[in-house]
């Protein structure tokens, strides 16, 4: 795949390397994740202005958000009809099949937002550039872990950035090889 669009992850995680606590109701993402993080979340996320999630991710949103196209990677997108909107797109394309297709509309940057399956999925086919990873200083010591399966892939940290007074810490990283 030549000029492909370049593929940022970003991802809030605790210190031990979960997304999401085991117990999602008790503590969603709006409670554990600081405002910082939400903040660069909604400006780097507008400032890419596209975004590839998986459907259990979007379920947890529901909608589309302001300013920014979702490409909703799912096995069934007719589940999701109802959703009249031009910004939401639901699609069971793989990886490549998506980046192909923002190539011939010459996107120059996608946002991949997880789960942790669509992580996984681009990482393990080698379709991560860049990513920006919030570690929030929570334990949660069960959850759902941030990649999954047996993926290897070497980064080099380019900058870090401690974003408020408890030390949440926003690390960006560049795919190495
Ligand atoms: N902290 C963070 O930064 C962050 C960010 C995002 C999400 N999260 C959390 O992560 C959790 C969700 O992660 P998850 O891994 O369970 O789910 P996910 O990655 O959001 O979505 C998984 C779904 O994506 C679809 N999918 C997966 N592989 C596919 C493929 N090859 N082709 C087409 N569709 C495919 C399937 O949808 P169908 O079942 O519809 O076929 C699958 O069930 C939630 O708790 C969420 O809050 C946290």
Wanted: with cysteine; hydrophobic share 40%.
């Amino acid at each position: 795949m030549t000029n492909r669009p370049e593929v940022i992850l970003i991802a809030a995680m605790s210190i031990d390397g979960f997304i999401a606590p085991l117990d999602k109701e008790s503590l969603p993402s709006t409670a554990w994740t600081s405002k910082e993080d939400k903040d660069f979340f909604s400006q780097k996320s507008k400032e890419i202005g596209l975004m590839i999630m998986g459907s259990k991710t979007f379920e947890t949103i529901g909608k589309a958000l302001q300013d920014r196209v979702s490409i909703v990677m799912t096995s069934q997108p007719e589940r999701y009809t109802s959703h009249n909107d031009p910004d939401l797109l639901f699609t069971n394309e793989t990886p490549k099949e998506i980046l192909e297709n923002l190539s011939s509309q010459e996107v120059e940057q996608v946002a991949l937002c997880g789960g942790a399956s669509i992580y996984s999925l681009f990482l393990e086919k080698g379709l991560v550039d860049k990513m920006f990873l919030t570690v929030e200083p929570f334990i949660f010591g069960e959850g759902v872990k941030l990649f999954k399966g047996e993926i290897e892939q070497e980064f080099s940290l380019l900058k870090q950035n401690r974003l408020n007074e408890k030390g949440t810490l926003l690390l960006e990283y560049e795919a190495l090889g």
